[in-house]
């Protein structure tokens, strides 16, 4: 899963800046990496292992000129975080193309040997981004490149489009061509567009989520439809096409763990979604009879579901765990016990909001169980009476093959027990997760993916692609796990 950004400005324009403010607003999405590409007569790319910040350190970011340019923070579920596998991506030939690209490509092994045997490029990196790059620089190179059209463009995308499987949100720069924006046909992962109007006419911006916008200035536009591609040339006119839409899988997961609580996508405020998901919550907390003297949030993620669920039932919503923000996301960590050991420096229960109470806790989810076993065991010693651990998604039993990071069943506590046997497990009283037909219920029928809950995946995939998505993702923590011994 990772972070986009791409601007799209007229000559005279600094683009560097605004990449680097939206990376640090998409910052959420991806700590591993970061990279930023302008281009000004050439491409200038800037990538490393890191945060933007680190990025930004020590890097002479006023001498990256251009109007143009693309950003990217990744998490790597696919490929180890390292400089190699970074994004932007950039090829030279037929013409020069720079690439971001989020999601997860599922049929990776297939298309890294087309590339190879039919295109006849060698792939340096584990990045998907870099085969979906070769595989349309392949197209481009079958037209007429001293008149290319938007028809051309659109044609070598539709192309591409299907000869890659998975989730993928793509942004690319063709040098002195124009930009492009293009969707995987269930628009799984999502992009928005947004334009700022300068006296020198318009400038266009895409990006993961909205929140960048907002810190930018620019006016959000639309959000990019399954399937859809825009280009726009280097006459600044913009082009839209959808070849090859199918019915809409949006990341149910987006609204309700990836995306940042002042985003909206599709419409929809994520904030506000998270607020639908918690009443929905109070349904069974009733139907157990169950009465909390207090319900408390996992922050940060948490807290719109915990405020909806304690206003449902008419409990207050208190703050009840503090949390130190100078670490990363544990989740991210590659063994269980490097995970434990974050979590546990992470958070700290406020013992007077606690102690002596029956306290109803809510997170977003449950993977491995790992957070919520320390949370629960958190709050027992700061004298809770009694823990009923909440979670705002149903039972994870699925992998997700389109980035989310749960690609190996065999890490998933609710892919192999109970919910009684789980409450066991963390250590809880009682453990409610959202039944999936509430969470379904709240959308149109066409609209969202729940794989990771019903195993219902929307694109092609095979029991050995499963499994080739659980290696590629072991592989890279194994690798991960040397290198930071
Ligand atoms: P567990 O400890 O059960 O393995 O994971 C649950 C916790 O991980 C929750 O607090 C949730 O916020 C977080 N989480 C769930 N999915 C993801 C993901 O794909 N990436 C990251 N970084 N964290 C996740
Ligand atoms: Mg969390």
């Known amino acids: 899963m990772c972070g986009i950004f791409g601007i799209y400005a007229r000559n005279g324009y600094n683009a560097a800046p605004e990449i680097l403010g939206a990376l640090n607003a998409l910052q959420h999405r991806g700590q591993d990496s970061a990279g930023i590409v302008t281009f000004d007569q050439t491409f200038q790319l800037?990538?490393?292992?890191?945060?933007?910040?680190?990025?930004i350190k020590g890097q002479k970011f006023t001498e990256s000129v251009g109007a143009?340019?693309?950003?990217?923070?990744?998490?790597s579920t696919m490929g180890t975080p390292s400089e190699i596998n970074a994004q932007p991506f950039i090829v030279n030939y037929p013409m020069g193309i720079a690439m971001v690209h989020n999601g997860n490509v599922t049929n990776f092994n297939e298309l890294r040997k087309s590339v190879r045997e039919i295109n006849h490029r060698l792939v340096m990196s584990a990045n998907d981004v870099e085969l979906i790059l070769y595989a349309l620089a392949a197209e481009l190179e079958t037209k007429n490149l001293f008149a290319l059209t938007a028809d051309d463009v659109f044609d070598a995308v539709a192309t591409t489009q299907n000869r890659i499987e998975g989730a993928y949100s793509a942004l690319a720069i063709i040098a002195d061509v124009g930009f492009l924006a293009f969707n995987d046909p269930h628009g799984i992962r999502p992009v928005v567009m947004g334009r700022k109007l300068t006296d020198a006419g318009p400038v266009y911006a895409f990006a993961s989520e909205t929140t960048c916008f907002d810190y930018l200035s620019f006016e959000f536009m639309r959000d990019l439809a399954p399937g859809e591609v825009i280009f726009i040339d280097k006459h600044h006119q913009v082009h839209s096409r959808i070849l090859t839409a199918k019915p809409q899988h949006f990341c149910i997961f987006e609204y309700i763990y990836f995306a940042r609580e002042?985003?909206?996508?599709?419409?929809?405020?994520?904030?506000?979604?998270?607020?639908?998901?918690?009443?929905?919550l109070a349904q069974e907390v009733r139907?157990?009879?169950?009465?909390?003297?207090?319900?408390?949030?996992?922050p940060s993620s948490a807290f719109f579901f915990a405020e909806a669920l304690a206003n449902a039932i008419n409990v207050p919503y208190a703050r009840g765990l503090a949390k130190n923000n100078f670490f990363g996301r544990s989740f991210i960590q590659p063994t269980i016990e490097m995970r434990q050991n974050t979590v546990r420096q992470k958070l700290n229960p406020i013992r007077r909001i606690i102690s002596g109470k029956k306290v109803a806790v809510v997170d977003d989810s449950i993977v491995r169980g790992t957070t919520s076993k320390?949370?629960?065991?958190?709050?027992?010693?700061?004298?809770?009476?009694?823990?009923?651990?909440?979670?705002?998604?149903?039972?994870?039993?699925?992998?997700?093959v389109y980035g989310i990071d749960m690609s190996d069943k065999t890490q998933l506590i609710a892919s192999a027990y109970s919910e009684a046997e789980i409450a066991n497990l963390i250590g809880a009283d009682e453990v409610i997760y959202q039944k999936i037909e509430d969470l379904i219920s709240l959308y149109p029928k066409e609209f969202a993916c729940y794989a990771c809950f019903n195993?219902?995946?929307?694109?092609?995939?095979?029991?050995?692609?499963l499994q080739a998505v659980a290696k590629e993702r072991?592989?890279?923590?194994?690798?991960?796990?040397?290198?930071?011994?």
Do not use: W
């Not at 143009?68 to 998490?75: D, E, F, K, S």
């Not at 419409?267 to 929905?280: I, K, N, P, T, Y």
């Not at 072991?474 to 011994?485: G, T």
């Open 287 to 298: 139907r157990r009879n169950l009465s909390p003297d207090v319900v408390i949030d996992v």
């Open 474 to 485: 072991l592989d890279s923590n194994i690798q991960f796990i040397s290198q930071s011994i």
């Open 46 to 55: 800037i990538k490393g292992k890191g945060l933007v910040n680190d990025l």
């Open 68 to 75: 143009v340019g693309l950003g990217h923070v990744r998490y």
């Open 374 to 400: 320390h949370i629960v065991h958190l709050l027992r010693e700061a004298g809770a009476r009694e823990v009923y651990f909440i979670s705002a998604s149903p039972p994870i039993k699925y992998p997700c």
């Open 455 to 465: 195993g219902d995946y929307p694109t092609k995939i095979s029991i050995e692609g």
């Open 262 to 280: 002042d985003s909206i996508i599709h419409s929809r405020s994520v904030a506000h979604e998270r607020s639908r998901m918690g009443q929905l």
